[in-house]
């Protein structure tokens, strides 16, 4: 038994919403935090078709019952009782340091978890903006959170070792997914090894070496990978991928982490992938 029931999530995007899902069917109280009314809007639809979807397939028995356990707010003060809120906002350094120093003023239990979801910024960084460093972890889930089962734990230098024990009974016992170690170090695992290789494929298009069906269907007919490379970048979302591009060059100058300029170039005119519809290929 971790104690952890009441479950907060910041961002209701597309790593919250799943967050918020997995934690919901898993039996937990959720409040999803959003950043205006609209995006409030913008998340407890996603909730809602996703469950629907869950429900249609016959994962779930009913979406209403999963959706009666999460509201969805715009106000952050309303995560104080909360046992662990993990954040799941933009990918942007400043932006989390600011809402951690909030969340440490807002949330009561000396006991609660602060978990951050980001995929690559430092976990110390987030850790110091808190009063309460020996409780702030990297909680790292996969996209989809329903579907895929691996949850990367990144303690920082000053994490307890009783928080980390904490997290890991968490995340397996209670949410059903399977967690690995990491140092707090940008990328953790998966990024530092996914990131490079999805470059890689961006360079091999813009240098007109091959198309992007031609270079994802060679990965996924010729090393079994269940989707291409281009693809995937376009399910992370292109500003999520040039984001975390740019934290693991800064942490280690490596020209193989720098992002190409067509992905830049994407960002800017807001083909970020399936979520606006278009980025290496596009969507109905
Ligand atoms: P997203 O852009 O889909 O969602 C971010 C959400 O945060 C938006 O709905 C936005 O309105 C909201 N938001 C921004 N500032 C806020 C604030 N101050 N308070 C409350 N809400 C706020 O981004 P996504 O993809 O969900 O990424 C979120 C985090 O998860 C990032 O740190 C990213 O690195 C990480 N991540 C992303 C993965 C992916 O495949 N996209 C995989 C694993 C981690």
Do not use: W
Not at 158 to 166: C, F, L, P, V, W
Not at 189 to 208: D, H, Q
Not at 212 to 219: F, M, N, P, R, S
């Amino acid at each position: 038994m971790t104690g952890i029931e009441r479950v907060g999530v910041v961002g209701g995007g597309l790593m919250g919403s799943g967050i918020a899902e997995v934690n919901a069917r898993a039996g937990k109280d959720v409040i999803v935090v959003e950043s205006s009314p609209a995006a409030v809007d913008n998340a407890r639809q996603r909730l809602t078709s996703s469950l629907e979807r869950a429900e249609s397939r016959g994962k779930i028995e009913s979406a209403a019952a999963v959706l009666d356990r999460i509201r969805v707010v715009d106000d952050l003060t309303a995560l104080a009782d909360r046992d662990i809120v993990i954040e799941a906002i933009v990918e942007d350094e400043a932006a989390k340091t600011d809402l951690f120093r909030r969340l440490d003023e807002i949330v009561t239990s000396p006991d609660a978890i602060l978990a951050s979801n980001t995929s690559s910024i430092p976990i110390m960084k987030l850790a110091v903006a808190t009063q309460r460093p020996s409780h702030v972890l990297g909680v790292h889930f996969f996209n989809p959170v329903p579907v895929l089962k691996l949850v990367e734990l990144v303690p920082s230098l000053m994490t307890d070792a009783a928080t980390t024990e904490r997290a890991r009974a968490f995340v397996q016992d209670d949410l059903g997914k399977n967690a690995i170690d990491c140092q707090d170090r940008a990328g953790f695992v998966v990024n530092a090894l996914l990131i490079p290789f999805i470059l890689s494929a961006i360079r091999m298009l813009e240098s007109g070496f091959a198309t992007a069906e031609d270079i994802d269907q060679g990965l996924v007919l010729g090393a079994a990978h269940p989707q291409g490379p281009l693809a995937l970048a376009d399910l992370i979302g292109l500003d999520t991928t040039k984001a975390v591009a740019e934290s693991l060059y800064e942490e280690f100058k490596e020209p193989l982490y720098a992002a190409p300029p067509l992905l830049a170039r994407m960002v800017e005119a807001g083909l970020l992938g399936r979520k606006t519809g278009r980025g290496f290929y596009t969507y109905g």
